[in-house]
């Protein structure tokens, strides 16, 4: 089982990486977010490089084994748990980390609410209510991964209600749920606390109004 590697970032692309590991390159699945902090991390393989460490999860089938990547333990634990729901493997729950960060299922699992996954990551209402359910109690055993919990830049509660808000503000105004989800996603870091309407003006001009 390969759990960890450690290597340099040669290619970096918006579904996977490729670490190199000693003159071997290993294909390592992840986020795009994920792969942005990771390659962010540790350069592009030039002279440059800095030596980057990969948490990883090996998906064994029949005709291929696949390595899923993240740049820190508890979030490969996170995916992990996401996998051990029925009917979620790690393509489906790869796909679920691009639409909805951690800290946002983390706290729509632990406050048992699953609107904002809906809203703002653009799951399914099912597939929400699905991993809130079925992941409540095993939340116990894991770090909070908000704002100040779980070394990951998370949602509070505030915060996932402004996103929401501002999702419902731009539907109103004629864009599709993806595109407002889209617009939210491309605000600077700083609007991460910010009022709605505040993020609603930024999001305006990130759709060219």
Do not use: C
Not at 17 to 23: F, I, M, Q, T
Request: net charge neutral; proline share 2%.
């Amino acid at each position: 089982m390969i759990s960890r590697l450690t290597g340099t970032i040669v290619h970096t692309d918006l579904k996977y990486v490729v670490l190199d590991v000693n003159g071997v390159g290993y294909k390592v699945y992840t986020t795009a977010d994920l792969a942005s902090r990771i390659g962010n991390s540790g350069g592009t393989g030039g002279k440059d490089s800095k030596t980057v460490t990969v948490w990883t999860y090996l998906a064994v089938r029949d005709d291929a084994m696949d390595l899923y990547g993240f740049p820190t333990l508890s979030e490969l634990n996170f995916f992990e748990l996401l996998i051990g729901i029925s009917g979620i493997g790690p393509k489906t729950a790869l796909g679920i980390l691009n639409v909805a960060s951690v800290g946002a299922i983390d706290n729509a699992i632990r406050s048992g609410d699953a609107s904002h996954l809906v809203k703002v990551g653009g799951l399914s209402k099912k597939m929400a209510e699905k991993i809130v359910l079925e992941l409540r109690d095993k939340m116990d055993d894991m770090p909070e991964f908000g704002e100040t919990g779980g070394g990951l830049s998370g949602q509070t509660k505030e915060t996932q209600r402004s996103d929401s808000d501002t999702i419902e503000a731009l539907k109103s105004l004629g864009y599709t749920p993806a595109e407002a989800r889209d617009a939210l996603k491309q605000l600077d870091k700083g609007l991460k606390n910010a009022s709605t309407g505040e993020k609603v003006k930024a999001a305006l001009k990130v759709l060219g109004m």
